[in-house]
């Protein structure tokens, strides 16, 4: 934690520092009238604080909620979900129990009775249990009951009640759910980051209004694209290292679980 604390002031510094050097030259450059010396002296670093303050928050929504405020790169408006820890499947006419375990290759899968110890691919129905109630899955079917499979993918869909999804090849786990309200504040985040550095640039570093959106959009891009992600990937770091001793304590869970 004190590392990332570094880094965040650490940019502020940075950010002040550019902010000076950028406005004195550049104003210099193609503005009669620029800052005086003594007004740049504290408007930098009062813009570069609000970057920093910006940052710092996108920061702490980032480890609250990874998924929902990761960088522009790694953003996905679908939520990944984690794999059942266990399942029962229904194969002629028996329930047959299935745990979740790690495979030679280290990917999730599931392990059954000495009689059945892989999953089938198209089992009659899936049944999974959450907060002491069941959910049953059965599987696509045409008037006939037959298995009906997407006609393009070729790929068989189960539903639950709820009307919730698990495709073949995934059995276990569900299908990612669109996220838009969490896409709409992704938009507005990344909006009020642009409207904090034209804010720095143009009332508060003096310069003209084309002047500041056009370096708007450059500030915008480098700290999206270049500066952002490192600094939230440490935040990712530290939130995994605060979370070993609770995944010690409780004996360190399976690959992807969700508790049943």
Known sequence: M????????????????????GTLFLQGYFNETPPALTEVA?????????????????????????????????YSSTEEQPYF???????????????LRKNDQGRPAYVGPTRLPRLPARPAEIIVREDGEEAHFKPDRDDRGNF??????????Y??????????????????EKRPGRTFVYVLLNLLHGVVWFACLWPLMRFTWGQAVLLTIGCWLMM?????????KQADNVAKERAKPTEARRGGPL??????
């Open 2 to 21: 004190f590392s990332l604390i570094l880094i965040l002031l650490l940019l502020w510094f940075v950010v002040a520092g550019l902010m000076a050097t």
């Open 159 to 176: 539903r639950d009640e709820r009307g919730r999804v698990m495709q073949e090849g995934y059995l276990g786990q569900l299908v990612p």
């Open 85 to 99: 820890s266990k399942l029962w499947i229904i194969q002629e006419g028996q329930r047959i129990e299935f745990n």
């Open 224 to 232: 999206t694209l270049i500066i952002l992600p490192p600094i939230l």
């Open 255 to 260: 690959f992807g679980e969700r508790a049943v």
């Open 148 to 157: 009906k499979p997407d006609p393009t993918s070729k790929t068989l869909s």
């Open 42 to 74: 504290w408007r930098a670093p009062v813009a570069g604080a609000a970057v920093a303050a910006f940052i710092t928050l996108w920061t702490i929504l980032y480890y609250n909620n990874p998924e929902g405020y990761a960088p522009l790169t790694e």
